[in-house]
């Protein structure tokens, strides 16, 4: 890889309404606003060239990168390492009641109900992007979810994870020089061997 370019889905039927999806095997699709929020992110990449497109198994964010790309050929590959965090009993509940018990544990406490914690969660992306680092297309877009993105956009910018995050934008894209990628992985990579908050 050269370059990356790092997207988060476009609205889907759960986020709108506020409600956690962190299992693939339930399907949530695009809401219509979600569908045109993916159809702008195309329009924002038609002068790029993009060798690859990886994914989550989640189906927003296939749907996002299939309407983004409509009408090009490439390869695809499907990253179950770029997931959204597995939110154990939250599941199907409301984001702010997992913000809640997530600002006030630890990085290494894990989601009640067989869920992941954070630094599990980052260990994991670390993974991902490093398998996207070693591929040999040159430029690869990432269509995921807001976490993955964020953890990155805060790692280029010198920060480690932390409790609360800012939101991503829907289907916006982030494009990276592999090496800036490459760094703010390791830093990621780095923390999960000391994973505390920032105070």
Known sequence: MRRA??????????????????DPAVPIALTAQGREEAEALGRALAEERIDLCATSEFLRAQQTANIAL???????????????????GFEGRPLT??????HSHGPEDPAPGGGE????????????????????????????HGL?????????????????????????AFAFEAE?????????????????WPT
Do not use: K, M
């Open 117 to 144: 914690s954070r630094a599990e969660t980052v260990a994991r992306y670390v993974r991902g992007y490093r398998y996207l680092l070693g591929r040999p297309e040159e430029t690869i877009l990432v269509v995921a």
């Open 180 to 196: 800036a990628l490459a760094a703010a992985v390791d830093r990621l990579a780095l923390w999960v061997e000391n994973p505390v």
């Open 97 to 102: 009641e997992y913000r809640a018990w997530a």
């Open 148 to 172: 993955p993105v964020r953890y990155v956009l805060d790692a280029v910018d010198g920060r480690n994870p932390a409790a609360a995050v800012a939101q991503v934008a829907y289907a916006e």
């Open 70 to 88: 409509a009408g090009r050929s490439l390869p695809r590959v499907v990253l179950p390492e770029l997931n959204d965090i597995g939110f154990g």
């Open 5 to 22: 370019i790092l997207a988060r889905h476009g609205e889907s039927e759960r986020s709108v309404r506020g409600i956690v999806n962190g």
